[in-house]
């Protein structure tokens, strides 16, 4: 009882919730298909009223958006059923035949017709022009469609009774077709809409073409994959076009040309770009279809694929063997194997058929004939396999031999004995060169004997055995295939050497002249291994010439440009191959594929990635690719917009901070925050301190905040982008947003990088609510902003200088520590300050030695350092008045005089 109080109940869908499913699948069901997933609804709902309600509401959508036809039941015609006919839910006008078809939507059947009203037919006006348009539509069709249905509706304006009434048209071309590869069923769907247009005399035609492909696919991947489903591709186009208002015939024509031409443009277009479909497109979509798994018993197949040939051994080790074979249309035979030949086929004796469930029902003696591609299960007994495996690790543990022996028994016989395990003789002259290879068997093994230095009882007499000799040293191993041979020669000629001052003595003349022809034999096998190795080399070098060609061919500009999307690890197993006598080499290729996506809208799997290292790459890099193939020949920089790319400053600013005066404490500051962490980056990672990100300029307009900004720029190798506020206010959405983005994306790319944005008050205002679509767009751009300077992908490599002169109406969050995180501000110039500003910007002029720059600055209170140089400067120009080689210190007061003349009291700079 605890067990079941334990137990929570299943939950149960409710009857709405069922009825919105069965919705979604009648909606979304492909075309001409509704009634399979009609079928297939009803036998999982086992609900007849939550289907008969989900299809009354499901049917009517459904047949509206695909434009189905339907023939009359007086089979006057076909109509269309659309919303452009639609007079209620279930009625639908054909304006050819005036009439009226009541359309019943589960069934997808005419269940009647009645004569339209006069109402809901046009006037005679009207009709005179849609019956010419007919009529040239209809010769249109028949000619490019030959199932094809159309219709010419009048939506608008049908009540016109003569000249000065605009009215509109709807021309409904629907078709069915294979497709230019024969992949699938495709359908057709065109919708004009002709706007007559009486007062300006002008034909407004607008057209949405529709083609949709359908693949029905299943496929079977190895031997433990099964995919299945659909795959739909849409494609869809707009077009416009115009003529000019003329009669109700010559307006037709006119009508019916634009359409012919447009439609006919668009249909060779679609041929052209299937036509150069890859032959694994659809393969790689069925690859992204939803994949079940079924068990299989791989311990009794030997690694036994569907699509390659059942291994020889097995089934020569199998014969005798009771075994199962199972075929893939599902028949099942118990039997002994007979036989099996170089075509695969298996011939099998004492044959029992089953049934799927294991039922014996007939026996067969007399041998059955099976072909080896059919088969989809074998299963041997366990005592085979062990056999097979036991075989198969004596082969491999088994080192290949070198030796070789030649056999001069028998009259004009020749044989050779080659020694690999097993060794083998091969002759000429009939059954003599049997005898022959029996013979160089022998041979090579007392040749083997010679060579290793141990005495032959029939050549050595009985002397005691000898150290062995190696035929090619250690030492020379690493030899050029070229200098092999004459090398191993002359190493056996050492080995003959010194085996002739040790042994020469006892062997005789025949012995003698046997290994001197034994050692002959070996120097010209290895000349002829090294001539042989040398020809490979050259075939493999034109092989690398050719495709080194091929590469600069296919390399020629201009190339399709492409965006990594993902990079993808592809490890199949061994024997996941697709069931058929081919094998698809691309869904057995392993290491890293990409999936790319064109310029031209197409998302493209690469299995073979190109002439690029694949470890190079990583997503959102931009690829030049082929533009037939889609490989990635190269890498391209990366894409910036325009605008971004105007902001980088290319000419280093000459300013430095001698330049500026009476703002030595913030020069400190600016140094502390921005340049040290570039210059002295190991000082900060010794003490563990994380500079700041960001410097937050603040004071009256003419203070100096800008030319701190390119001075301290001139003191770093960074790279410098200067940001204007106002320029990232845009008038699309979003785009001030992109334009930060790409702005420090660009500084990642060239980093070091210091951002200087100034009047950062014109996108870091408060956030307040406002419902004027302007001030949002400002929001999201500082938003963005804020996301930059201190989000995940933050990059303490860029440094952001920010300049305002109304830093009391900036947001808070951008003021916070971690984003700007000091704050400079920049008053008015001292007294001292304002003498060492005129002396700096007098420097460069000829200045009489009596000019007293402290009474200057005395007399220049509450100005700021660009109106001081408005006081060198029109001094100067007083000067020039004159005609004088020197500004005197008049000159300059009466620069005061100007400057102060032309300065507003009331003008409020700074709050």
Known sequence: MADEEDELPETELSYDQKKEIAKWFLLNAPAGEINYV???????????????EAAMEAFPVYNKSHMICLEMPNRAGDVIVSSYSEITENEYLDSRTAQVAIVDHVQQICTKVRPADDEELASSYIEEFRCALDAEIQRYVSESYPKGVFAVNCVKGKDADGPGTDFEFVVIITARKLSPQNFCNGSWRSVWNIDFQDESQVLDIKGKLQVTFTAHLS????????????VELDAKKEFQDSTIFQSADDCAIAIANIIRHHETEYLAALEVAYSKLPDNTFKDLRRKLPVTRTLFPWQNTLQFSLTRELPLSLLKTAQGHPMLVELKNGETYNGHLVNCDTWMNIHLREVICTSKDGDRFWRMPHECYIRGNTIKYLRVPDEVIDKVQEEKTRTDRKPPGVGRGRGREGPKGMGRGMDDGAARGRGRGGSIGKMGGNKGKEKTIKRRRIREGVKDSSSLGSRSSQTPKTLLPSS???????????????????????????????????DIARATRLLENEIRILKEDAQRTNLECDSYKEKIKENQEKIKLNKQLPYLVGNIVEILEMNPEDDAEEDGANIDLDSQRKGKCVVLKTSTRQTIFLPVVGLVDPDSLKPGDLVGVNKDSYLILDTLPSEYDSRVKAMEVDEKPTEDYNDIGGLEKQIQELVEAIVLPMTHKERFEKLGVRPPKGVLLYGPPGTGKTLMARACAAQTNAT??????????QMFIGDGAKLVRDAFQLAKDKAPCIIFIDEIDAIGTKRFDSEVSGDREVQRTMLELLNQLDGFSSDERIKVIAATNRADILDPALMRSGRLDRKIEFPHPTEEARARILQIHSRKMNVHPDVNFEELARSTDDFNGAQLKAVCVEAGMLALRRDATEVNHEDFN????QVQAKKKASLNYYA
């Open 720 to 729: 410098f982008l200067k940001l204007a506020g106002p320029q990232l206010v």
């Open 219 to 230: 496929l079977s991947v190895g031997a433990h994959y099964f995919e299945e489903g659909n």
């Open 476 to 510: 020379r191993r690493s030899l050029s295939p070229s200098d092999l041979a004459t090398d191993m020669a002359t190493s056996m000629v050492e080995d003959t050497s010194s085996f002739e001052e040790d042994q020469l003595a006892s062997m005789s003349t025949e």
């Open 38 to 52: 009609a079928k297939d609804l009803k036998a999982v709902l086992r609900d007849e009223e939550v289907y008969n």
């Open 894 to 897: 009466e620069g005061i005089i």
